[in-house]
């Protein structure tokens, strides 16, 4: 008679509610066929559920400790990955190289960072999926770059001048008399413009007819309050590529002065410029007055000693 072979594996494991029907079927044969020794039951019972009769015996000295059921699974022995074993020295020397690449200029992509991390003193053993698990664990995330203004806006002198900004409005809008906030902004538009999806069919006989090429760039600067854009303040000029290779080199300090003083100031009306100068004659009102009230509270605490007295005493 041929040996049934288990159907579970060496190392697998039988969960707890099927340890529980194995005891619960043992149970019942045992009932039903009596005097039969343990060996036979077990090598039955192995028989009709596919499992050994080592591990029928097994779950039956663990049924004895846990009696009564159920009985629990045991734990699988959790090994740790090799993202696990890395240390705080290796994931720090991870992240320098990481820096490494922008500091140089250079672009870290997982194939370089893999080439580099696997030389000393990292020496990482791992492919590249665990390598990308290290990486997104260090808090680094692969994203569309931009442009350089997240890194710009942090400078000190900006987070200065931002704050300073949000200082003046603040006053401005608790004031009773409000001044205009005045908004400017610039942009650009292609001479051939167009969209990047439309309707069409596969074989390209029905779309838009596009041009080669985007044509002139044009430079549109504006401002605008609350209630819409300042008459008059709209600059618009024809523009070429500049060393960069945007419209940042021709939108400078002198377009933007001129735009501001020819066009801009030249369309604010007499009764506006009356408020402006009131207002600035206002404000050199007040801190003259708070000049002569600090001059006055120091010359309060002016301690002025007589040293005549002393002079004659000495004479003598």
């Known amino acids: 008679m041929s040996q049934q072979r288990s159907t579970t594996g060496r190392n697998s494991r039988i969960p707890s509610h099927s340890r529980n029907m194995i005891m619960k079927v043992r149970s019942y044969l045992q009932r039903q066929w009596g005097a039969q020794s343990a060996t036979e039951l077990d090598e039955q019972i192995a028989k009709?559920?596919?499992?050994?009769?080592?591990?029928?015996?097994?779950?039956?000295?663990?049924?004895?400790?846990?009696?009564?059921?159920?009985?629990?699974?045991?734990?699988?022995?959790?090994?740790?990955?090799?993202?696990?074993?890395?240390?705080?020295?290796?994931?720090?020397?991870?992240?320098?190289?990481?820096?490494?690449?922008?500091?140089?200029?250079?672009?870290?992509?997982?194939?370089?960072?893999l080439k580099k991390v696997k030389q000393p003193p990292i020496n990482f053993s791992g492919g590249k999926t665990t390598f990308w698990s290290v990486i997104r664990k260090l808090g680094f995330r692969y994203k569309k770059v931009t442009s350089g203004r997240a890194i710009l806006m942090e400078r000190h002198d900006i987070v200065v001048s931002r704050n300073r900004y949000l200082r003046i409005i603040e006053k401005n809008r608790k004031n009773a008399e409000l001044i205009p906030e005045v908004y400017i902004d610039e942009t650009w538009v292609n001479q051939r413009e167009s969209v990047d999806k439309c309707l069409t069919v596969g074989d390209g006989t029905v779309g838009p007819k596009i041009k080669t090429g985007k044509g002139a760039r044009f430079i549109i600067l504006h401002a605008g309050v609350m209630n819409g854009f300042v008459p008059g303040a709209l600059l618009t000029f024809r523009s070429k590529n500049g060393a960069r290779g945007d419209y940042h080199d021709f939108m400078n300090y002198e377009c933007f002065r001129e735009s501001l003083i020819k066009e801009a100031i030249e369309n604010v009306s007499v009764s506006d410029w009356r408020k402006y100068i009131q207002h600035t004659m206002d404000v050199e009102e007040e801190y003259r007055k708070r000049d002569i009230a600090r001059e006055h509270l120091i010359e309060k605490l002016v301690v002025r000693i007589d040293t005549s007295s002393d002079e004659s005493s000495d004479e003598v």
């Open 48 to 113: 009709a559920t596919g499992v050994t009769a080592r591990t029928i015996r097994n779950i039956k000295q663990e049924a004895a400790r846990c009696h009564p059921l159920p009985i629990s699974s045991p734990s699988r022995a959790v090994q740790a990955t090799l993202s696990n074993r890395l240390d705080d020295f290796d994931k720090g020397l991870i992240r320098k190289e990481i820096v490494s690449f922008y500091d140089r200029g250079e672009l870290p992509t997982l194939d370089l960072l």
